[in-house]
Nanobody, 125 residues
Framework: VQLVESGGDLVQPGGSLRLSCLAAGFSLHQHAIAWFRQAPGKEREGVACLSSNDASSWSAGFAKGRFTVSRASTKSTMYLQMNNLTPEYTARYYC???????????????????WGQGTPVTVSS
């Protein structure tokens, strides 16, 4: 049972990326899904979350209007669409999941049991 991220890359300012997270060995059905990031020298922080029943969500202030979290209909993959990126978004991005979970404000990392290893995103010209 593991989560495997992909899609991280070097992108120019103003560009877009879509990160993917594949659930290997289990389905994301009935799981809250979330993305976190950790920039160099900074603590990990929540980016966006979608609850297990898709009824509620949460996004960090810096993500609103730029980032969208979603899950595939197959329930095995989740995505983070990131638009209009700036160098401040350079970080390692992690996906996480929690069975029957929700999205508390700030999405504490302790709310999630399953984590990926992260994928690096660098925004630079």
């Amino acid at each position: 049972v593991q989560l495997v991220e992909s899609g991280g890359d070097l992108v120019q300012p103003g560009g877009s990326l879509r990160l993917s997270c594949l659930a290997a060995g289990f389905s994301l059905h009935q799981h809250a899904i979330a993305w976190f990031r950790q920039a160099p020298g900074k603590e990990r922080e929540g980016v966006a979350c979608l609850s297990s029943n898709d009824a509620s969500s949460w996004s960090a202030g810096f993500a609103k209007g730029r980032f969208t979290v979603s899950r595939a209909s197959t329930k095995s993959t989740m995505y983070l669409q990131m638009n209009n990126l700036t160098p401040e978004y350079t970080a390692r991005y992690y996906c996480a999941a929690e069975y029957l979970g929700g999205c508390r404000r700030g999405i504490p990392g302790t709310d999630f049991d399953y984590w990926g290893q992260g994928t690096p995103v660098t925004v630079s010209s």
